[in-house]
């Protein structure tokens, strides 16, 4: 199991953001070194990949809880993306302003990080919250998200959209850099082509994203 996170030259790297690498844990009686954690178990707390991730706090109800099925899945990319709203339920916003978030691509879903300063410029996961903020699943009532991308391949290689037929919304990312965009690009193809499990219904209807 791993995450692989997309730094800003767009390289990846692994593990997870919480799991940072150990020198050997010693005992505290005779410093004898302990047996080593087994391999391919780390501890995630931006979600747990193995456990069903109950997202509370994530729509407009906060007395309601958001249920997610993760089981199973691996978190595919993650990194420091800007998103910007092009088309909200059939109209252009008035301002359309990019926003800045950490990003994970979780098996059917998109989950956002707000960053810990709205200053910062910050690209690394520790300049990011570790609560999560917002949940886009890739599949829902109206069918699944359309992936276009590069946006333009001339002149913004960087950017890619998702748009969402069925609520005729679309939203524009763009990456730090165009190798970190094509990651992107070829784990949402991958993704979107797959069997992925649709989320509750509550969830649709529950989530705000903006």
Request: glycine fraction near 8%; charge should be neutral; charged fraction near 20%.
């Amino acid at each position: 199991m791993r995450c692989d996170s997309v730094n800003s030259l767009g390289s990846h790297e692994p593990g997870c953001p919480s799991a940072q690498g150990s020198q050997g844990s010693r005992h505290l009686l005779d410093d004898s070194e302990l047996d080593p954690p087994q391999p391919g178990h780390h501890e995630c707390t931006s979600p747990p990949h193995t456990l069903t991730r109950t997202w509370s706090g994530l729509s407009s109800d906060s007395d309601t809880e958001v249920v997610f099925e993760v089981s199973g899945e691996e978190c595919g990319v993650q990194g420091p993306l800007r998103r910007k709203t092009v088309i909200k339920d059939g109209r252009r916003p008035a301002v359309a302003a990019w926003h800045r978030y950490w990003v994970q691509l979780w098996g059917g879903a998109l989950v956002y990080y707000h960053p810990k300063s709205l200053t910062s410029r910050g690209q690394e996961r520790a300049d990011f919250k570790t609560s999560p903020c917002k949940l886009q699943p890739l599949i829902g009532p109206g069918g699944k998200l359309v992936l276009v991308g590069p946006h333009d391949a001339q002149s913004q290689p960087d950017v890619f959209q998702l748009s969402d037929p069925a609520k005729a919304t679309i939203y524009k990312f763009r990456a730090p850099s165009v190798s970190a965009a094509k990651s992107w690009i070829t784990n949402l193809q991958q993704a979107l082509s797959e069997n992925i499990q649709r989320p509750p219904e509550m969830l649709e209807n529950l989530m705000t994203f903006e």
